[in-house]
């Protein structure tokens, strides 16, 4: 069983629709990353968390510690948006190693 | 600041043949990695560092060699490259082994023939 896991794995939406990417995982983190990668482009980090809820223009990030969930929303969806979104914990268990989840390919039609 | 640097960023190599693929941070992180990424599975670590002189393997590391010199560098070196070493390769930095905040170079395509 995966560490993390990511929910859908494939995902279309059409422009203008609210998004949503879950991330479960089962070991003790110290942070949460959420990753946004391109077409054949490097991985750029959108958010990291500890506890909350964070903000960032249209992507809201929120984790639930005690059920170790994550979920990563968009709202109004842009066709700009598609790309692979990966979330990623740092593993306590693993001495503080990034163990990543499978990500969730997100295609947005105009 | 350039951040991570990765050179290069496509590579052909036939099988048996060796090369070093080269990482660099411009920030002064004590904590480097190196990840291959393969299709429907998450980014697997192979090596790290967390600092000069200091490296340590990962889950996936047979195949791989690295060394830690400098703070900056973290090459990767394919001793005798496979086509199961077919991949998209990141290497990554951290202020500390116990900082949050990662950074990723923008990744090596390689091929083995």
């Known amino acids: 069983k995966n560490e993390v896991e990511q929910s859908p794995q494939n995902l279309t939406a059409q422009e203008g629709e609210f998004i949503t990417i879950n991330c479960s995982y089962s070991v003790g983190i110290s942070a949460l990353h959420w990753l946004q990668q391109h077409p054949g482009g490097g991985i750029v980090s959108l958010f990291m968390?500890?506890?909350g809820k964070k903000k960032h223009g249209r992507l809201i990030a929120t984790i639930n510690i005690q059920e170790k969930h994550s979920s990563l929303h968009i709202t109004a969806s842009h066709p700009r948006d598609s790309a692979v979104y990966i979330c990623a914990v740092i593993s306590m268990e693993y001495g503080n190693k990034l163990v990543f989840g499978a990500g969730t390919i997100l295609r947005v039609k105009s | 600041n350039a951040g991570v640097t990765q050179t290069p960023k496509f590579q052909v190599l036939k099988t048996g043949q060796s090369m070093t693929l080269q990482c660099a941070q411009d920030m002064n992180h004590e904590y480097m990695s190196w990840y291959r990424q393969d299709p429907g599975m998450g980014l697997r670590l192979i090596h790290y560092?967390?600092?000069?002189?200091?490296?340590d393997q990962g889950e996936v590391p047979n195949g791989y060699n690295v060394s830690r010199s400098t703070t900056e560098d973290f090459p990767l070196r394919l001793l005798s490259a496979a086509p199961s070493q077919t991949s998209v390769y990141f290497c990554a930095s951290r202020r500390t082994a116990s900082s949050y905040e990662q950074y990723f170079g923008p990744g090596t395509r390689l091929t083995v023939t």
């Open positions: 968390l500890s506890s």
């Open positions: 560092s967390v600092g000069a002189g200091i490296t």
